[in-house]
């Protein structure tokens, strides 16, 4: 019973670099959405997807793009890393019926030098 | 627009004592309204939900809240702390207008348990 799993858990990059992050869900849930969270300022929503093969801009998408051609994937992905996207990474996932909360990963913790 | 405001950064409580974590919301629709915790280097996990059926919602490890309309508030309260309570918890809402069911974050409050 794996759930939400982010993979990697930890990366330092340095800037200018590019990386993916990796989202599996085996919960077949339909919405999955991507969060980084900084000190002081709770979670912040970058991307998320409704469905397979659909997208769309949270309050913080700069810098960053996603890819839902899976349902059970959601990748995030830094096309060329800044020392502001230094953060730590959660991806959640939740059913398409009212009232159910998100189900969180572990988190990815990343460095940009 | 919804916003979430918890009003403590920092509360800090002895082991044995209640616990109480404050939070109040602006919403312009029905919210569903969620207590999560998250301990270090962990993810967030579900504490307690509320979607607009009891006002006093009951969760896990002896956690309570309770959705007070006319004070826009959802407060959080345990009866006695324990060690493990130690955690950040983030108070969120969630409109009920929203398809896309995105959720919106207090900025968190860190429980310290003393002994």
């Known amino acids: 019973n794996a759930g939400v799993t982010q993979t990697p858990k930890f990366r330092v990059l340095k800037t200018g670099q590019s990386m993916t992050l990796l989202c599996a869900q085996d919960?077949?849930?339909?919405?999955m959405y991507w969060y980084r969270q900084d000190p002081g300022m709770g979670l912040r929503l970058i991307h998320y997807?409704?469905?397979?093969?659909?997208?769309a801009k949270g309050e913080v998408p700069d810098g960053y793009n996603v890819s839902r051609l899976k349902k059970q994937n959601f990748l995030l992905g830094l096309e060329s890393a800044a020392p502001s996207q230094t953060s730590v990474y959660f991806c959640?996932?939740?059913?398409?019926?009212?009232?159910?909360?998100?189900?969180f990963g572990d988190g990815t913790r990343l460095s940009i030098l | 627009a919804q916003s979430v405001t918890q009003l403590d950064s920092h509360v800090s409580v002895s082991e044995g004592t209640p616990v109480l974590l404050r939070c109040n919301y602006s919403?312009?629709?029905?919210?569903?309204l969620f207590w999560y915790v998250q301990h270090p280097n962990k993810g967030l996990q579900l504490l307690l939900k509320?979607?607009?059926?009891?006002?006093l919602v009951k969760g896990i490890n002896g956690f309570e809240a309770e959705f007070k309309k006319s004070e826009t508030s959802f407060h959080l309260t345990k009866p006695s702390a324990h060690m493990s309570d130690a955690a950040e918890y983030f108070c969120?809402?969630?409109?009920?207008?929203?398809?896309?069911?995105?959720?919106?974050f207090g900025s968190g409050t860190r429980l310290l348990v003393r002994p």
């Open positions: 997807s409704v469905g397979e093969g659909t997208t």
């Open positions: 509320y979607t607009s059926a009891a006002t």
């Open positions: 919960m077949n849930h339909e919405y």
């Open positions: 969120v809402v969630s409109e009920g207008w929203d398809s896309s069911y995105k959720l919106i």
């Open positions: 959640a996932s939740r059913p398409d019926r009212q009232n159910q909360p998100q189900h």
């Open positions: 919403s312009s629709y029905s919210p569903s």
